[in-house]
């Protein structure tokens, strides 16, 4: 009998992974963000991707990111977090991880603290010093919220679906 296989993927690879292919759901013609939701126990709560809210068709809704605010998608999108709060139906978050794409902006910050979120790993953090990200950084910190960026490994991963 052999020993177990040593190249398994880590936690932090996995849930990593899942965000980032959940986020290929989003037809975003330019953001694709994925979260995904993790209990204390290593299990799969809740995923999420940035799109629409259920009834309001992608082909109907505008993508655009410039122009008069109602003809853009800032005011129909919900971002990945906040639809992975939202998705879950098993009662609690207290206590839970959040993993997820891009660094959530104040709106989702609310929205995270408020679900009982407990830790919050990002990939990028491409608005880095803007007042939105400020704002949530300033929330986390003062709710208690752990967040800290995820670490590349630097393992590749190829899917045929």
Same mark, same amino acid.
């Given at each position: 009998?052999?020993? !177990?296989?040593?190249?398994?993927? @880590?936690?932090?690879?996995?849930?990593?992974?899942?965000?980032?292919?959940?986020?290929?759901?989003?037809?975003?013609?330019?953001?694709?963000?994925?979260?995904?939701?993790?209990? !204390?126990?290593?299990?799969?709560?809740?995923?999420?991707?940035?799109?629409?809210?259920?009834?309001? @068709?992608?082909?109907?809704?505008?993508?655009?990111?410039?122009?008069?605010?109602? $003809?853009?998608?800032?005011?129909?999108?919900?971002?990945?977090?906040?639809?992975?709060?939202?998705?879950?139906?098993?009662?609690?978050?207290?206590?839970? !991880?959040?993993?997820?794409?891009?660094?959530?902006?104040?709106?989702?910050?609310?929205?995270?603290? $408020?679900?009982?979120?407990?830790?919050?790993?990002?990939?990028?953090? !491409?608005?880095?010093?803007?007042?939105?990200?400020?704002?949530?950084?300033?929330?986390?910190?003062?709710?208690?919220?752990?967040?800290? $960026?995820?670490?590349?490994?630097?393992?590749?991963?190829?899917?045929?679906?």
């Amino acid at each position: 009998m052999s020993g !177990k296989r040593a190249n398994y993927i @880590s936690w932090d690879e996995y849930f990593m992974g899942v965000s980032h292919l959940s986020g290929m759901r989003s037809k975003d013609p330019n953001t694709q963000v994925g979260a995904c939701i993790v209990g !204390k126990d290593n299990r799969i709560l809740s995923m999420g991707y940035n799109g629409f809210p259920n009834g309001c @068709s992608d082909e109907e809704f505008p993508w655009d990111r410039e122009g008069d605010f109602l $003809q853009t998608k800032y005011p129909f999108v919900a971002h990945s977090e906040l639809n992975a709060i939202l998705n879950y139906r098993g009662g609690s978050l207290e206590g839970s !991880k959040l993993y997820v794409s891009l660094f959530p902006c104040n709106e989702c910050a609310k929205a995270i603290i $408020q679900a009982g979120i407990h830790t919050v790993v990002y990939d990028e953090d !491409k608005y880095n010093g803007t007042p939105g990200n400020i704002a949530a950084k300033k929330m986390f910190d003062a709710a208690g919220v752990t967040y800290y $960026q995820y670490k590349h490994s630097g393992t590749k991963i190829s899917l045929d679906l």
